[in-house]
């Protein structure tokens, strides 16, 4: 057992630290602006945007491309909400007085990262009905996963956590969608 301890606080510091180094990009102001921009289209604007865009222009395909994306963020906002009220797990900036929060958190709690589940599960949904999009979104999804760590509002272990979840939600969508595959 005081093995496992262990491991946990080492684990726990190195986080703290690698946070610490990813906050410093943002002393940095193109740093700073740069991932302040690409979070808060990540918030929703690219995405609904895109939705949108899917929806006028992509015919058939991109109706369902974007209606597809409403269900998976709907079912994704509500189960990160249940997760964070759950975990109420508290920002890097609130733990640590070495990190600064570059741009105001929109709650309270840190686990998962809302932007970064958001983010992987649109882009595999959009680039599932079309695979073109991955030279934009993957770029765009990293981004936002990185300003959440870089801004001081997450650990990696809630951008890795939400990550998975992301993935889990859009595969399961994908499978239960006739069709419609990722390859």
Not at 3 to 8: C, D, F, I, P
Not at 62 to 69: E, K, R, S, Y
Not at 112 to 124: K, Y
């Amino acid at each position: 057992m005081m093995q496992k301890l262990h491991w946990h606080s080492g684990w726990v510091r190195r986080e703290h630290e690698w946070c610490v180094s990813a906050n410093r990009a943002g002393y940095l102001e193109r740093s700073r602006r740069y991932f302040a921009t690409v979070s808060r289209w990540g918030d929703g604007p690219a995405w609904y945007g895109l939705m949108a865009t899917l929806f006028v222009f992509g015919g058939g395909r991109g109706v369902q491309a974007a209606l597809h994306m409403a269900v998976l963020g709907a079912v994704s906002l509500i189960l990160y909400k249940v997760l964070k009220r759950w975990t109420r797990r508290p920002r890097p900036f609130a733990a640590d007085g070495r990190i600064q929060a570059w741009v105001a958190p929109l709650d309270e709690f840190s686990f998962p990262s809302g932007h970064t589940l958001h983010a992987v599960g649109f882009t595999i949904i959009a680039c599932a009905y079309f695979p073109l999009l991955a030279l934009i979104l993957v770029p765009f999804s990293v981004s936002v996963a990185l300003s959440r760590v870089v801004l001081g509002l997450h650990y990696p272990s809630d951008v890795l956590a939400a990550t998975a979840i992301g993935m889990s939600l859009a595969s399961l969508t994908l499978w239960l969608t006739p069709g419609v595959t990722l390859f």
